[in-house]
Every structure is written in C-alpha cells, then in structure tokens.
C-alpha cells in the first residue's frame, strides 16, 4: 500500500503597493496610497487576498487612507528578482498592464 502525502505550497510574502487616482474613475493621476506584505501562494491568490483585505471594512489596516478598491486602481506586485507586475482593476477583473501606464 503506498502512502501519498499532499504538499501545500507555503505562502510566499508578496510586496503589494496600492495606485489610486486622487478623484474615483480618473483615468489619469494615479499616487501611491499603501504598500503592504500579502502572503499568498501566487500572483492569482495574492491579487485575491488584496481585494478583499481592502474591501471588507474590517480587514482594513488601520493606518490605510485610501478608499475601497474600485474599477481603474492599480496594484503592483513586487516580487524582487522574479519582477514587478502591475495590474489594473477592470470591469471583468484583473489584467495585467504595462508600468507605463501608471505616468
């Protein structure tokens, strides 16, 4: 009889920073509101995780001073060596963006 064990991949800490236009549904003008860690198994579970902590009122770090996460944010996922992905909130939901997006 052979034994199989099931390995769960650990959580990796991701480095999340939070782009928010001054003015909800600007297109333009996006500024750094927050930068937290969000450990998380992938890229898909850490834009999740983000989501959520910041749209449910009490997950909501207490220093945050943005606003709830709508359509147009934009968040950054800093991975170090593996790269800096940024994604932007979309009507159908995350999609990968180009940096440049953000000047």
């Known amino acids: 009889m052979m034994i199989r064990v099931l390995t769960r991949r650990a959580n990796i800490p991701y480095d999340v920073t939070i782009f928010q236009t001054p003015r909800r549904r600007d297109k333009k003008g996006h500024q750094e509101v927050f930068r937290t860690t969000i450990p998380a198994g992938n890229r898909e579970q850490c834009l999740q ?3 959520s ?4 009122t009490d997950r909501i770090p207490e220093d945050y001073k943005g606003r709830f996460l709508s ?3 934009i968040i950054l ?5 593996g ?3 940024y994604y932007q909130l ?3 939901g995350w999609s990968l ?3 440049i997006t953000l000047l």
């Open 49 to 51: 995780e983000t989501f």
């Open 53 to 56: 902590r910041f749209n449910v």
């Open 71 to 73: 359509t147009g944010d």
């Open 77 to 81: 996922i800093d991975e170090g060596r």
């Open 83 to 85: 790269g800096q992905h």
């Open 90 to 92: 979309k009507p159908g």
């Open 97 to 99: 963006i180009n940096r």
